[in-house]
């Protein structure tokens, strides 16, 4: 499913389910600061699949609008709920140490477990589209294939 | 940086769904360093907008035309 064009530099509310590939081809180009975050991505989700255990991945904030520099990239994670995280190793792990990864891998990582998503998993999904300015904005859901 | 009450009730109102999610990982994550790991990620973002809301709560409206 293609991405709709930006509404006032955002896009539609709704989470919009896209591969890595489309991800990147749509956020990933244009400035040197937008190439740099979209490779930050690529490994962020990378490292968060390999550890086998991923179950979604969402992308918010203004890497995903037509910001032309966003600083870093916002994303939410959530696990299976087999997840443990002191059996990942070392790069992995970072991912999931909030601090960490945002010293380290550009980022502003959240996550949890599916069964721990306050409110249902596809309602803290959702919740994401919401601006600190009020209101929402679409968000971008990285499913598997085309990497 | 809050510029106005509108954006202030809904900071606050994202502070209290941050505080709900951890809370929802304090009473399902049976493993403890999921648990602090996780909730880590909340609890320092609902640190950052509280202070957000106290720095725009410290400024009488008068002096916040300025600050803005």
């Not at chain 1, 991912?95 to 803290?124: N, P, T, Y």
């Amino acid at each position: 499913m293609p991405l709709p064009p930006f509404i006032d530099g955002d896009l539609p509310p709704g989470v919009y389910p896209v591969t890595l590939a489309e991800a990147l081809d749509r956020f990933g180009q244009g400035s040197a600061q937008r190439r740099t975050v979209g490779a930050r991505l690529a490994r962020i989700y990378r490292l968060a699949a390999s550890a086998g255990r991923l179950a979604r991945f969402v992308v918010f904030g203004s890497f995903v609008t037509a910001k032309a520099d966003p600083r870093d990239v916002d994303v939410v994670l959530l696990m299976e709920d087999s997840f443990d995280l002191t059996a990942a190793p070392g790069e992995v792990a970072i991912v999931f140490d909030h601090a960490a990864a945002d010293a380290q891998l550009g980022a502003s990582i959240f996550w949890a477990c599916r069964s721990g998503a306050f409110g249902g998993e596809q309602a803290f999904v959702e919740y994401w589209q919401a601006r600190r300015e009020g209101g929402r904005r679409g968000i971008i859901e990285i499913v598997p294939g085309g990497t | 940086m809050i510029a106005d009450d509108q954006q202030l009730q809904v900071t606050m109102d994202r502070i209290t769904w941050f505080q709900w999610q951890v809370v929802s990982l304090r009473r399902t994550e049976a493993n403890p360093a999921n648990y602090r790991a996780a909730s880590a990620g909340f609890l320092a973002e609902i640190d950052r907008m509280q202070r957000e809301v106290r720095e725009y709560l410290s400024l009488h409206p008068a002096d916040a035309v300025g600050a803005t």
